[in-house]
């Protein structure tokens, strides 16, 4: 269907809303099985003549046999302590890096930027296997380590040029006003750019929880131990050698995403405005 130029205002503004219902309710059918399965029982899950929109029935004792099914206490301490280092890590080494390539003047600085930026292109694929024999060499597979140390280390490329770029927005004559009062670098860094950063902060702080909530490739390659075990990891204890336990799955799948739906809801506002924010010149 094509809206033509000389379509009236309104239907071309329904048409558009029409679009992103279609998108939306695509989007939300994944999450509208997951939450649909995991308050019924295992069997009736697989009926399909007739279909069962929602269950009559809620069994809510899905969650708690979820839960008590696998170690999801221990997994969820170990998913807290991994995210919450990360989330401050990044947040400390990438606001760093990113105020040295924006507000301070140095020799090399936009070829070690642009460097940075290269790091990018590469597929994770392909520094998988360098990575891991590298943490290998140093005895630190099957701890948090390498789930943790590399936040310190930058941060992301992608976390600095975010930074970066919202740093820049800032006036420099706001530098030059402190300096001129005899604040250093660090000083400026910490009292006038970090405070006025606080939307590009928590956009920073929200990718990272995000990505290290829902991580699951690096704790099933660098992690052996059980006990161990992060929760993206632990639901694979729900699939057994010749059944799975898809209602408890999908349950405790819901508890994992409760989270992240509800830290999205609750930053949404601050992740508009600091992606529109980022690059805009004041």
């Known amino acids: 269907m094509v809206v ?14 029409l679009l992103i219902g279609i998108l939306a309710f695509v989007c939300v059918i994944p999450l509208y099985w997951m ?3 995991s308050f019924m029982k295992n069997t009736d899950i697989y009926t399909m003549d007739p279909f069962i ?12 046999d ?11 301490i170990n998913t807290i302590i991994i995210v919450a280092l990360n989330i401050f890590g990044t947040i400390i080494t990438s606001s760093m890096a990113a105020y040295a390539f924006s507000r301070v003047k140095w020799k090399g600085r936009s070829f070690c930027f642009a460097l940075i930026l290269t790091t990018m292109m590469l597929p994770g694929a392909v520094t998988i296997v360098p990575q891991f024999l590298i943490w290998r060499n140093l005895h630190m597979v099957d701890t948090y380590v390498p789930l943790i140390l590399p936040a310190f280390l930058g941060g992301g490329a992608f976390n600095i040029f975010l930074l970066r770029q919202f740093f820049l927005a800032i006036p420099n004559d706001l530098d030059e006003a402190a300096e001129i009062d005899g604040a250093g670098k660090l000083r400026i860094f910490l009292q006038i750019i970090l405070p006025l950063s606080k939307s590009a902060m928590i956009v920073v702080a929200l990718f990272t929880f995000l990505g290290n ?20 990891v632990g639901l694979l204890q729900f699939h057994g050698d010749y059944a799975t336990k898809w209602n408890l799955l999908m349950a405790a799948s819901t508890i994992v995403v409760a989270p992240c739906i509800l830290i999205y809801l609750i930053g949404q506002r ?5 992606i529109s924010l980022t690059g805009m010149k004041a």
Do not use: C, Q
Request: proline content about 5%.
């Open 4 to 17: 033509k130029k000389n379509t009236p205002y309104y239907i071309r503004r329904a048409f558009f809303y």
């Open 35 to 37: 939450v649909r399965s």
């Open 53 to 64: 929109f929602w269950p009559k029935e809620m069994l809510w004792s899905n969650f708690s």
């Open 66 to 76: 979820a839960w008590k099914s696998a170690l999801f206490t221990r997994y969820a």
């Open 213 to 232: 909530w829902n991580d699951f490739f690096g704790p099933i390659i660098y992690l052996n131990t059980k006990e161990k075990f992060t929760l993206a």
């Open 270 to 274: 601050y992740l508009i405005e600091g």
